[in-house]
């Protein structure tokens, strides 16, 4: 099992190579890993993922989102042994969330979010736009387990679907335990209002989009300032969402659907420089798993 500093390391460390497009190139972070048999939902003792794929630059082309594609989504799980569970894993992500097949309950708890402003730096991935914090963001707590907040990114349109429905935009927030389990809260967005902490992002987005240079400081950020708005939420076991598709991560997608402007979106996607309209894998089957929406038994949320 690879030591937490190195998973960390390999989960963040995804960039473009400088002064170069990529058309529709995508990257992934630098994980693997096979499925191990479904564990009870949510079990205290989910199985460790293991992350130790080394990525080097010219591997960070070799995927991407196109449907018809050699290197689509379609055929991720040929392209390297490593990633099989992309094409053969039972528990993979996104999911449709769909209503008639959720199990309600209230007895999950709260999300606990213990977070802590720290300095972070912009990321251009080649696929995404990550925010990586350098210091001690905080946590979130599940089921006994702390997981330590590492980054959070951004897909448009969402990956996860509700009822069916994509929405416009998607952010994932990283968590990762010392043991290296991996947890992460996804959040949807519709076209509206424009979303603060987006809006507090602004010029160092623009500054991205401006230049190929691929790493921004973005100075201290809260990310207690990433807003949920809700106690309730979706919580199931899956997966990555891009290659290698590593399983056993442990999803909470928050139910209340947020507001970001069109510009927004766009400049998300704008500042990668891919020259694609879209970063989101299709949605895969949900297999034998369950799906937990997560309602207080008060009626004051």
Excluded at 54 to 76: C, L, M, Q, T, V
Excluded at 86 to 99: A, H, K, T, V, Y
Excluded at 130 to 137: C, D, H, R
Excluded at 240 to 248: A, D, Q, R
Aim: glycine share 6%.
């Amino acid at each position: 099992m690879a030591n937490s500093s190195f998973i960390s390391t390999q989960l963040l460390q995804s960039r473009i190579p400088e002064k170069k497009k990529l058309p529709t190139a995508k990257k992934f972070d630098p994980r693997h890993g096979k499925a191990s048999n479904p564990a009870p939902l949510f079990d205290h003792f989910l199985p460790r993922s293991c992350f130790a794929y080394h990525i080097s630059r010219k591997d960070e082309a070799e995927f991407n989102y196109d449907p018809n594609g050699e290197k689509g989504p379609a055929n991720w799980g040929r392209i390297h042994p490593e990633w099989g569970a992309c094409s053969n894993g039972s528990m993979q992500s996104p999911i449709d969330l769909l209503s008639e097949r959720v199990d309600v309950v209230s007895h999950l708890g709260r999300l606990s979010r213990s977070y802590n402003p720290a300095n972070a730096t912009l990321m251009n991935r080649g696929h995404d736009m990550m925010l990586k914090w350098e210091g001690a963001a905080g946590s979130i707590e599940i089921n006994g387990t702390e997981y330590l907040l590492k980054q959070c990114h951004w897909h448009s349109p969402s990956e996860h679907t509700i009822n069916g429905k994509r929405l416009a935009l998607e952010a994932h927030m990283v968590h990762e335990s010392l043991d290296g389990r991996v947890a992460v809260v996804g959040i949807l967005y519709m076209i509206g209002r424009p979303d603060s902490f987006l809006s507090s992002l602004r010029k160092q987005l623009q500054s991205v989009a401006g230049t190929y240079e691929r790493d921004t400081v973005a100075g201290v950020v809260d990310p207690r300032n990433i807003k949920i708005g809700s106690r309730k939420y979706y919580r199931y076991i899956g997966s990555l969402t891009i290659p290698p598709c590593t399983e056993n991560v442990l999803w909470t997608i928050v139910r209340k659907v947020r507001t970001a402007t069109r510009e927004q979106v766009r400049m998300l996607r704008v500042a990668v420089h891919d020259e694609s309209d879209t970063n989101a894998r299709p949605i895969q089957p949900i297999n034998s798993r369950t799906v937990k929406l997560f309602r207080p038994e008060d009626k004051d949320d």
